[in-house]
């Protein structure tokens, strides 16, 4: 690099180099930018990531033993938390959404005429079980049309953002 008169001139190598710095940046920002696009896809909804702690007392052995009993009890905390996250992702429809909600409806089908027969006998019977009934129904309803929701609005989400259309 020459500089005359407060004007900086490049040699030729300095000139490929900033041109190759350049090409690089563009590259690196696409593969950013293609990163960034991709990870509308992946939208995740009511996930709890658990890591508990391993409680240990009194370790004994050697060292590859200890470390084989840790590295195992990550390992598997690790597989349990990957499937949680998969079953939270509004991409497939939130599996883990669609279950609870179905459970509900079946569980308060049988929960709520148990417990209005416990209340007052026959007519708190019928009511529990008209309650038990309604909310099985709409729960049944609604979580197949909440998870196709979910995935509908994590594919239009994704393919808006494929085709660059800010």
Known sequence: MLVKNG???????????????????LIGSRDEQFARRFLYFSTFEDMLFRMNGLNISNIFGESTEVYNQLSAFHRETFKYNALRLLGSSNMI?????????????VTDFFVKPYQG?????MVKAAGGF????????????????GAMSKFGNSA???????SYDD
């Open 93 to 105: 429809g939130n599996p883990a959404k669609f279950v609870s909600g179905v459970g509900t409806g």
């Open 156 to 162: 239009s989400k994704g393919l808006r953002a494929f």
């Open 7 to 25: 004007l900086v001139e490049l040699d030729e190598d300095t000139e490929e180099q900033a041109l190759d710095d350049e090409v690089v940046g």
């Open 130 to 145: 008209a309650d038990g009934s309604k909310s099985l129904l709409k729960n049944a309803l609604m979580a197949p049309a």
């Open 117 to 121: 027969m416990k209340q007052g006998g």
